[in-house]
């Protein structure tokens, strides 16, 4: 028996996975969740096989989520289904499958990563292995914060345009940085536009 996580923030595709998954004898829905914050509050009570998940979602984004899923258990398979196909790279999941695949391919993608231990990448590149940030994992606030370094506010401006304090603006700036993998405002800028954040 195949023990299995959902964690997405679109109703619809969650209530179309469990209509696909339950219908599978070796197949068990441990648990479904639209939040990853909650998600992680039910692994402290039960561990699934594998978790499918999404990479974008609201407040914690899936990136941070499955970061953090790897670091406390190992063990567990992260099998990402998302609308994104522009995706170079893959860090810390086992198999991507685009929202679109049909369901036996996905059947298919869960007995691979669990039962024969494999990765799956459905119709992406197998042989890379870190993982290229892009628009889809920066939060809004994030997104906000970008278009405020573009229009050349200083940190203590940005505070209190956004309400919050100077320390969050750093923590913001530094995980903005981590995301798109850059290392000055220059790098940001030019990132941010080719990624149509600004213009």
Same mark, same amino acid.
């Given at each position: 028996?195949?023990h299995?996580?959902l964690?997405?923030? /679109?109703?619809?595709f969650l209530? =179309?996975?469990?209509s696909v998954?339950?219908g599978?004898k070796?197949?068990?829905i441990?648990?479904?969740e639209? /939040?990853?914050?909650?998600?992680?509050?039910?692994?402290k009570e039960c561990v699934p096989?594998? @978790?499918? +998940?999404?990479?974008?979602?609201?407040e914690m984004n899936g990136?941070e989520?499955?970061?953090?899923?790897k670091?406390?258990?190992?063990?567990v398979?992260?099998l990402v289904?998302?609308?994104?196909?522009?995706?170079?790279?893959?860090?810390?999941?086992d =198999?991507?499958l685009l929202?679109?695949?049909?369901?036996?391919?996905? #059947?298919d993608?869960?007995?691979? @990563?669990?039962l024969?231990?494999?990765?799956?990448?459905?119709?992406q590149?197998n !042989?890379?292995?870190?993982?290229e940030?892009k628009?889809?994992i920066l939060?809004q606030?994030?997104?906000q914060?970008?278009?405020?370094?573009a229009?050349?506010? +200083?940190?203590d401006?940005?505070?209190?345009q956004?309400?919050?304090?100077k320390?969050?603006?750093e +923590? !913001?700036?530094?995980?903005?940085?981590?995301k798109?993998?850059?290392?000055?405002?220059? =790098?940001l #800028? *030019? *990132?941010a536009i080719y990624l149509?954040?600004i213009?």
């Amino acid at each position: 028996m195949i023990h299995i996580a959902l964690v997405d923030d /679109h109703q619809m595709f969650l209530d =179309g996975m469990i209509s696909v998954l339950s219908g599978q004898k070796s197949f068990d829905i441990l648990f479904v969740e639209n /939040h990853a914050q909650k998600a992680l509050e039910k692994l402290k009570e039960c561990v699934p096989d594998i @978790i499918i +998940t999404d990479i974008s979602m609201p407040e914690m984004n899936g990136i941070e989520f499955i970061r953090i899923v790897k670091k406390s258990y190992p063990e567990v398979k992260i099998l990402v289904v998302s609308m994104f196909d522009n995706l170079q790279s893959i860090e810390n999941i086992d =198999g991507y499958l685009l929202k679109e695949t049909d369901k036996q391919e996905l #059947i298919d993608a869960i007995n691979s @990563i669990v039962l024969d231990n494999k990765k799956y990448y459905g119709n992406q590149n197998n !042989h890379i292995d870190t993982f290229e940030f892009k628009k889809s994992i920066l939060t809004q606030r994030e997104k906000q914060i970008i278009r405020l370094i573009a229009e050349e506010y +200083t940190t203590d401006a940005i505070a209190d345009q956004l309400a919050i304090s100077k320390g969050t603006i750093e +923590t !913001h700036r530094k995980n903005i940085f981590f995301k798109l993998q850059v290392k000055n405002i220059a =790098g940001l #800028i *030019k *990132k941010a536009i080719y990624l149509g954040i600004i213009k």
